[in-house]
């Protein structure tokens, strides 16, 4: 006995979603609404609706993907709990602690930026060349044009925001509000980049 079609239904913003959930899929950094909006050929309000939908469904705990909102878009992740299948997968640790050095320079990019390497030397007090361009080559800062001398400046990148979960850099926290001694602020900052995937 043939057994009846079940037809499923859905709603337009259900559809949309789908189609987000293919952009983000094959997306190379985070989009914001306005992008996926006109990718999807469809208005940023029912965008962000089905955004809510993605989030839901995507969220830390249900789905080996995580929705994150951060670097001014959006974008897929791996969950935590799928993190260690990822690292092996690829062979390299998920998580790449940054030294000292690299967070300090990488606080000075964010803070101060775009500023050039004379310039995190004469703040760090040390030679930066090596740690700029380890940052570069990890993709946390780019050059972002050149100073009056002709030296070359450096900004932190989307993807600094993404490692740091930031949806800007304006989500940095205040230096004034920081608090404590420089060894207390370095502290958190390598507590934070420990715990965020690279």
């Known amino acids: 006995m043939d057994r009846p079609l079940r037809l499923v239904t859905t709603s337009p913003v259900d559809d949309l979603a789908r189609t987000l959930e293919a952009l983000l899929v094959i997306a190379s950094q985070p989009l914001a609404a306005k992008e996926l909006a006109a990718a999807a050929d469809d208005a940023v309000e029912r965008v962000e609706q089905a955004l809510e939908i993605l989030g839901e469904r995507f969220a830390e705990g249900r789905s080996g993907i995580v929705l994150e909102h951060l670097a ?9 709990a799928a993190a260690d299948a990822c690292a092996r997968l690829y062979e390299r640790p998920v998580e790449r602690g940054l030294s000292q050095a690299a967070l300090e320079t990488l606080a000075v990019v964010a803070y101060l930026g775009p500023c050039s390497r004379p310039d995190v030397a004469r703040i760090r007090g040390v030679a930066a060349d090596s740690v ?7 993709g946390l800062i780019a050059e972002s044009g050149r100073d009056e001398g002709g030296a070359v400046r450096y900004r ?11 949806e800007s850099l304006s989500a940095l926290p205040r230096l004034d509000d920081l608090g404590g001694s420089a060894d207390e602020i370095r502290g958190r900052l390598e507590a934070i980049a420990e715990r965020r995937p690279a």
Not at 72 to 79: P, T, V
Request: cysteine-free.
């Open 156 to 166: 932190t990148t989307p993807l600094f925001e993404r490692v740091f979960g930031l």
């Open 132 to 138: 700029v361009a380890g940052l570069v080559e990890r």
């Open 72 to 80: 001014g878009g959006y974008a897929f992740r791996a969950s935590r």
